[in-house]
C-alpha cells in the first residue's frame, strides 16, 4: 500500500510542493492554519483532501510533512491544544520537517516523538518557489538513512535532488549555512555594484564582467539581472526567513566556539534589513537598504 500523507504549511514553497504529491495521486490530507488558502490551493484542486485542524490532518498519516516558517513554529504546533497534534500522530508514523529550522530544536523535537515511536528527519529544501513549482527541488536530510529512504519516493515528487546529510539537524545546519552565503552574496554584490556605479560603471556592465569573471554567484547571474536591475523584486521568499536562517548559522558557530565574524555579519545584516524594511519585503528587497545607505538605485 502506498503511504498516506499529510502536509501542514501551504505558504508560498509548502503550496506548489504539496500540489505535486497531490498531481502524483498520492493520497494526501493538507492543513494550513489559514484554512482559505488550503481551500484554494492547488494541491486541493488536484484532489487532496482539506482537513478541519492539524491533528485531523495526522489522524491517519504515515508520513508528516511540515513546512512551516521557523523551528519553533512546528513545536508549538505540536504542543497546541495540549499535545492534540502530536498525540494524533499514528504509532510508527515518520515525520519529515522541511521548514529551514535549527538543529538544537529538531533534536528536541525529535527526542519527543521518538518516545511515542514516531520517526523524525529534517528535510529543508532549497531551489526557491521556481525550483519548487518545477519539482527540482534540492532536499538536504538529517537523521537516519532507514527513515530517508521511506520518505525517498515521497520527497522524489518534489525534488531533483535528496542528499542525506547526517544525523538529525544536519539538514538544517546546511540549509542555514547556504542562506547565511545566499544573504552575504546578496549584500556584498550591491555593495560591490554600487561601488563600481560610483566609479562610473554602469551596473548593467559591472554584472556582464563579474558573471564572466570570478566573483560571480546566483545573486550576480540570476537575481541581479532579473530582479534588481529591472526594479521587479517578486515576492518569493521573505527576507524575514533570511534573516531567520542566517542567525541559525551565525547561532551555529558561536554555540561551537567558532571564529565566524562574516557569518555574524550577515545575521546581523540581514536582522537590520528585515527591521528597517519590514516583514513582508521579499529576501532580494534588502538590496533597496544598501541603496538608501549609499543614496543611489541599481536600475538598468
Ligand atoms: P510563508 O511565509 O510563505 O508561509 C508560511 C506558512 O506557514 C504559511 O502556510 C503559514 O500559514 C504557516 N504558518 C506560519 N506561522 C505558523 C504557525 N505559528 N503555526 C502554523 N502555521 C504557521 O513561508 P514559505 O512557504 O516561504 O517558507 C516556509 C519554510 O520554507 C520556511 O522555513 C522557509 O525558510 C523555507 N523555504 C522557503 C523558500 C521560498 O523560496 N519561499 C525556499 C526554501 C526554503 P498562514 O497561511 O496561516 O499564514
Not at 529534517?122 to 526557491?128: E, L, N, Y
Not at 562610473?200 to 540570476?222: M, Q
Amino acid at each position: 500500500m502506498p503511504p498516506t500523507v499529510a502536509f501542514l504549511g501551504l505558504g508560498a514553497i509548502g503550496a506548489p510542493m504539496a500540489a505535486h504529491l497531490a498531481r502524483a495521486d498520492q493520497s494526501l490530507t493538507i492543513w494550513n492554519r489559514t484554512r482559505a488558502r488550503a481551500i484554494d490551493s492547488a494541491a486541493a484542486r488536484a484532489g487532496a483532501t482539506v482537513a478541519a485542524s492539524a491533528a485531523d490532518a495526522v489522524r491517519h498519516a504515515d508520513i508528516v510533512i511540515t513546512c512551516l516558517p521557523q523551528s519553533s513554529d512546528v513545536a508549538d504546533l505540536l504542543a497546541a491544544d495540549s499535545y492534540a497534534v502530536q498525540n494524533a500522530l499514528p504509532d510508527g508514523a515518520l515525520f519529515v520537517d522541511c521548514t529551514s529550522g535549527d538543529p538544537d530544536t529538531s533534536r528536541t523535537i525529535a527526542a519527543a516523538l521518538a518516545t511515542r515511536n514516531i520517526g523524525f528527519i529534517d528535510a529543508p529544501v532549497s531551489g526557491g518557489v521556481v525550483g519548487a513549482e518545477a519539482g527540482n527541488l534540492t532536499v538536504m536530510v538529517g537523521g537516519a538513512e532507514s527513515a530517508l529512504e521511506r520518505a525517498r519516493p515521497i520527497l522524489a515528487n518534489f525534488a531533483g535532488k535528496i542528499v542525506h546529510c547526517g544525523d538529525i539537524g544536519a539538514g538544517h545546519a546546511l540549509k542555514a549555512v547556504n542562506n547565511a552565503l545566499l544573504a552575504l552574496h546578496i549584500w556584498s554584490t550591491a555593495e560591490g555594484l554600487v561601488a563600481a556605479m560610483k566609479a562610473g560603471v554602469s551596473p548593467a556592465v559591472a554584472l556582464d564582467v563579474i558573471n564572466a569573471s570570478s566573483g560571480r554567484s546566483n545573486a550576480s547571474i540570476n537575481l541581479f539581472p532579473e530582479r534588481v536591475l529591472t526594479g521587479a523584486f517578486p515576492r518569493t521568499f521573505r527576507l524575514a526567513l533570511l534573516a531567520k536562517d542566517a542567525g541559525i548559522a551565525a547561532a551555529m558557530a558561536r554555540g561551537q566556539n567558532g571564529v565566524a565574524p562574516t557569518l555574524q555579519l550577515a545575521a546581523d545584516l540581514m536582522r537590520i534589513a528585515h527591521r528597517e524594511l519590514g516583514d513582508d519585503v521579499d529576501h532580494v528587497e534588502a538590496v533597496r537598504l544598501v541603496e538608501r545607505w549609499a543614496g543611489v538605485e541599481l536600475r538598468s
